[in-house]
């Protein structure tokens, strides 16, 4: 669970050390400007991107090698993941204005409903966190064939789409100097249907205090 609001918020907005060949650091090639104007503007566009609606397929790489995957899909302050843990298919629904978190388990037609938070100030919607901390523009990388920024924060490095400021890979270093790697993939930014963030019809819901 906490690892869902954690990785939802990061991509939103949303994070290789590495420094390729394809990289132009500070070079000015950029299409979104220069040093912080870029961390402005792509902050921007992440926060229209989050209001339109992105879903995407996480991929996430823990130090010690292990692999999880699972889908997202986002909109205003509503989410919904869906992965496959020890073999069973469950959904999780968060909507941020309630503070409600859905459970859902479709092949028991069962849902656990929780309170998680309230969040009636519009500043604590998942844009907020846009709001890196330290950046600083390292320069640009493809990925996939597309043009990203890379962004260096205080606390991670963010390669970050130039054309819908949405991250597309995120690396995290810790204490011990052991990496963890997020990557976003099968990015689409548009309107999401609001059926996603509801449970079926006929789900049995048990409620959590």
């Not at 054309?163 to 270093?173: A, I, S, T, Y």
Request: hydrophobic residues 35%; glycine residues 10%; charged residues 25%.
């Amino acid at each position: 669970m906490k690892k869902f609001f954690v990785v939802t918020f990061l991509l939103m907005f949303l994070i290789s050390g590495c420094r390729s060949s394809d990289t132009a650091r500070n070079s000015g090639s950029t299409d979104v400007g220069n040093g912080e104007d870029i961390v402005a503007v792509l902050s921007s566009k992440g926060r229209q991107s989050i209001e339109k609606g992105v879903s995407w397929r996480s991929v996430i790489t823990e130090p010690d090698g292990t692999v999880e995957t699972f889908q997202v899909w986002h909109q205003g302050m509503k989410s919904r993941m869906e992965a496959v843990v020890k073999g069973q298919r469950v959904v999780t629904i968060v909507d941020g204005a309630s503070g409600i978190c859905l459970i859902y388990f479709p092949e028991k037609n069962l849902a656990i409903k929780y309170v998680v938070s309230a969040s009636p100030e519009p500043e604590e919607t998942p844009a907020s966190y846009l709001k890196w901390k330290g950046e600083e523009f390292e320069g640009e990388e493809m990925i996939d064939g597309v043009k990203c920024a890379i962004i260096r924060s205080d606390e991670a490095t963010y390669w970050v789409r130039e054309d819908n400021g949405v991250p597309m890979r995120v690396k995290l270093v810790g204490s011990n100097g052991k990496e963890k790697i997020c990557e976003f993939k099968d990015i689409k930014v548009g309107s999401i249907s609001p059926d996603t963030f509801l449970l079926p019809p006929g789900v049995k819901v048990v409620e959590k205090k």
